[in-house]
């Protein structure tokens, strides 16, 4: 049967995602079963509001795991700017092991780790070991597909995306500031399935973010490709 995920992400980040997540699971995409908020919100503000509602949807829906995310979003181009750190949007991977106020990271955090206790009504799924991974990419998703497309046509001028400001990232990738879903079914989704493995682990070295996201995927995979735990044939949850 195919993975379950929910996505609380921005916009058509959830094609993405879930590409790369078929990547990074060993998977085909179409193993991958998904579903996200489609709600007339969006940006930071929207993802903060909705994170526990989504998450009481997802595990509801008896999702495998779930995946929240936002872009850092950041307009400092740190290299042409000389600093290593936009102090308005923090970088998580620069204080792993603290919480930063201004994170994006921790705030989502700690948010889940405030809704898990209220998970508690499928026993079969307890809320507590429930896998629910974060994403943040820096300072956009696009970072992620300009490395990607650096790695894949061996451009190395933009192997250091991820320090450009988030306005030039996407009009860089997609020529204009925001993309639209055929912008994602055209451009974003063929570069991703075009990546093999060395690629993915590539860009794991390339860019931080991404390689806290592979990280958590890594460090669930047992859970998330284990047995599924509701109502379907050979789910514990539908045992007896």
């Known amino acids: 049967m195919p993975l379950r995920v929910g996505f609380h992400v921005e ?4 094609l993405i995602l879930r590409a790369y997540l078929a990547k990074l699971l060993e998977l085909p995409e179409d193993d991958i079963d998904p579903d996200w908020i ?5 940006g930071w503000e929207f993802v903060l509001q909705v994170i526990p509602s989504a998450l009481k949807r997802f595990y509801g829906k008896c ?8 872009d850092n979003d950041g307009n400092v181009d740190l290299d042409a700017q000389g600093i290593g750190e936009d102090p308005k949007h923090a970088r998580h991977d620069l204080h792993v092991g603290s919480i930063n106020a201004e994170c994006r990271w921790c705030q989502i955090d700690q948010i889940v780790r405030r809704v898990r206790p209220e998970l508690n009504w499928l026993p079969e799924k307890p809320g507590t070991h429930w896998p629910v991974l974060i994403a943040v990419p820096v300072e956009a998703i696009e970072a992620w597909l300009l490395t990607s497309r650096a790695l894949v046509q061996q451009q190395r001028a933009l192997l250091r995306a991820e320090m450009q400001s988030r306005r030039n990232l996407k009009q860089q990738f997609y020529g204009r ?3 639209t879903s055929d912008d994602v079914q055209r451009v974003a989704l063929p570069l991703v399935r075009s990546m093999d493995a060395s690629h993915i682990e590539s860009l794991k070295s390339h860019s931080r973010s991404f390689a806290m996201f592979a990280q958590q995927v890594e460090c669930q995979a047992e859970r998330i490709l284990g047995p599924r ?8 949850g539908a045992e007896g």
């Open 229 to 236: 735990d509701c109502w379907a044939p050979g789910d514990k």
């Open 38 to 42: 489609d709600a007339p919100g969006r």
């Open 177 to 179: 500031p925001a993309a």
């Open 63 to 70: 999702a495998q795991f779930a995946v929240v995310g936002v």
């Open 11 to 14: 916009g058509w980040d959830h």
